[in-house]
Each structure stands twice: as structure tokens, then as C-alpha cells.
């Protein structure tokens, strides 16, 4: 277990390409996506990738991809959330994670609840430029990930869930969960 503190973060730019492979999650697609397409991303300003470091571990302990984003909420949705029928939004600002990893031989030690603590209290000190109200994500649909994302208060997006409902015709398990997550939860 690493200790609470020790953690810090480095834009990709700023990470050397050998560092970024010899980092895995046990995923190929999430750790070539590290080295082969993070970078231009990032430089694009399509998606910022951060990748974390903790004092006590060699190498990258993880990373996150995060890029603006809103997204529709369904009347309940809107009624948990506490805005009321004043607020007329067609969609609600977001931070969506786009890729999240842990290194392999850190997993289901409290890792990526540090990962996400560390990004979530950075989202909400950022100084006031751009609003985003939740934090979302479209959650690998195999039960680690979705237990992962549960456990740290996100839900399953029903205006999502209806929108599949009245639309799709097949009934294959989908690839990805909409998820999302007050950035408030818990404060
Ligand atoms: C998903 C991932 C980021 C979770 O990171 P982690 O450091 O292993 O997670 P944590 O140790 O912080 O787990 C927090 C909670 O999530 C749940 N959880 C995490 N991994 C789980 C698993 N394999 N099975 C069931 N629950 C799991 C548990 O409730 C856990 O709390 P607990 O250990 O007290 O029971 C990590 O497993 C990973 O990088 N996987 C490969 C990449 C990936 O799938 N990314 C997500 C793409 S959307």
C-alpha cells in the first residue's frame, strides 16, 4: 500500500518515452494508447494526459486523460442533482475522463481512488474559467471497472440508459457505460 502522500503528476510532454513504456495496466489498448497517441492528443488540446507518481514506486503509478465535455440528464437526473426547473440547459458542463489507468502491480490497492481523489480536488480548485458541474465517463462494461467507478460515487447515466432503450434495436451488452459523478458528492 502507498502511502497517502507522495503523490504528484506530470503533463506527457514532460515525461520521457521510456518511462511511458515501461508502464502497464494489463491492458494493451490503455497502455499503447500511453505511448503512441497520448502525446499528439495532448499536444492538440484534445485531451490532457497527466501521468501520476508516488515517492515510494519507480516509474509511473498510473495516468488520466481528461477533456471538457457536457452531457444530457433525464428529469430525475436533474431533480437528484438539485436544479431546479429555473436552470434550462440543454446539456451540463463535465470533465470527462477519457482513459484511466493503474500499473498493473498496484491495482486494488487504493491507487485509482487516489488517482481520482488527486484529479477531483484539482478540478474544483481550478480557478474559475470554464465551469464543470460533474465529472463523467464511459466505463469499460466488465464488473472491476464498473465496481471501481461505483465505489467512488459515480452512477450510471439514465438519460443514457432511456436514450439506449427507445433506439437500439439489438440487445448486444454494450462496450462502454456512461457514468457520471457530481464533483460535489462527498464535499
Ligand atoms: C480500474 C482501475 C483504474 C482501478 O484502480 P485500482 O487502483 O485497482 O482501484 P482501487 O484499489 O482504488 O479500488 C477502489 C475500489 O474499486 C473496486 N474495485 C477495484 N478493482 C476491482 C476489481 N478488480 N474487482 C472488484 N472491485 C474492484 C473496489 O470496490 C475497490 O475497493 P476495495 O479494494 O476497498 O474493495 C485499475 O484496475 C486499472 O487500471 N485497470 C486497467 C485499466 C482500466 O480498466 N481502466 C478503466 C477504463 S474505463
Not at 494508447?33 to 492528443?41: D, M, S, W, Y
Not at 503509478?61 to 436544479?83: C, H, M, P
Not at 486494488?108 to 480557478?127: E, H, K, P, Q
Amino acid at each position: 500500500m502507498l502511502p497517502e502522500e507522495g503523490y504528484g503528476y506530470l503533463p506527457i510532454t514532460e515525461v520521457e518515452p521510456a518511462t511511458l513504456g515501461a508502464f502497464t495496466c494489463g491492458k494493451p489498448r490503455l497502455d499503447e494508447f500511453l505511448t503512441t497517441q497520448a502525446r499528439a492528443l495532448h499536444e492538440a488540446r484534445l485531451g490532457f494526459t497527466n501521468v501520476v507518481f508516488h515517492q515510494q514506486f519507480e516509474g509511473p503509478v498510473g495516468y488520466f486523460t481528461l477533456a471538457n465535455d457536457a452531457i444530457k440528464l433525464n428529469d430525475s437526473e436533474k431533480f437528484e442533482l438539485g436544479f431546479g426547473e429555473h436552470i434550462e440547459l440543454a446539456a451540463f458542463p463535465a470533465v470527462k475522463i477519457g482513459r484511466l489507468a493503474v500499473h498493473q502491480d498496484l491495482q486494488r490497492r487504493g491507487v485509482g481512488g487516489a488517482l481520482m481523489a488527486l484529479l477531483l480536488g484539482d478540478i474544483l480548485n481550478t480557478a474559475g474559467l470554464s465551469a464543470a458541474r460533474l465529472i463523467v465517463v464511459d466505463a469499460d462494461n466488465d464488473d472491476a471497472v464498473l465496481c471501481f467507478y461505483e465505489k467512488l460515487g459515480f452512477e450510471t447515466s439514465l438519460w443514457a440508459e432511456d436514450m439506449a432503450k427507445n433506439h437500439t434495436k439489438k440487445r448486444a451488452p454494450a462496450a462502454t457505460i456512461k457514468m457520471h459523478r457530481d464533483v460535489f458528492k462527498g464535499l
